[in-house]
């Protein structure tokens, strides 16, 4: 694991997030770089394909394009956006070496094997979501339970971290921010 500071005041979350409607071919990611006080100091934008296999890939171009050496951790509102385009969550910490966390706020139910295949790509997507590690529950201080899966940081320290990020219910602030982001762009570029 990367040597992650939690105790650091300074740290800097790049989150990400994505709005999209259901007659649209692509979906709208909106990534914020938010530090550990809620100060925004970053934000960029990019799309992913609606039922494509391009998320893990966009996510990191998203993060280089920042040209920022400051971000200490990637948080995804999610592992599973854009009709079943599965976010690699491991990929994107063995390509950027920064720690990534993706939160939901439940957990994808009844998502098979048989239904992945019946995509055109079908093979891509069942490696994909098998090679997802299982997601682990966290009750935060909020009140709401939220379910992580965490690649270069310690549970203890997600814990720690998405405790000091949740102001309110169970989205941590810089992806609640990041949605409204990517909402408001959507919006503009569909008016």
């Known amino acids: 694991m990367v040597g992650f500071h939690i105790e650091k005041k300074g740290i800097r979350i790049f989150g ?18 938010m530090r550990r006080d809620f100060i925004i100091d970053g934000l960029i934008f990019g799309k992913t394909t609606i039922r494509g296999n391009d998320s893990t890939e966009i996510i990191v171009s998203m993060f280089r394009r920042m040209k920022r050496n400051d971000i200490n951790c990637i948080l995804l509102g999610g592992t599973i956006i854009s009709i079943l385009n599965i976010v690699d969550g491991q990929e994107v910490y063995d390509t950027t070496n920064i720690p990534v966390i993706a939160v939901s706020s439940s957990e994808t139910r009844g998502l098979r094997e048989n239904n992945l295949r019946t995509f055109e790509d ?6 994909l979501y098998k090679a997802l590690k299982a997601s682990e529950q966290l009750t935060l201080r909020t009140g709401k339970t939220v379910e992580f899966r965490n690649w270069g940081i310690s549970s203890r320290d997600v814990s720690v971290l998405l405790n000091d990020l949740t102001l309110q219910g169970g989205r941590p602030e810089p992806i609640k921010v990041a949605s409204l982001a990517a909402r408001a762009y959507r919006g503009m570029i569909h008016a």
């Open 16 to 33: 990400v997030s994505e709005s999209f409607a259901g007659s649209d071919l692509r979906s709208v990611l909106a990534g914020v770089v």
């Open 122 to 127: 079908g093979n891509i997507k069942c490696k």
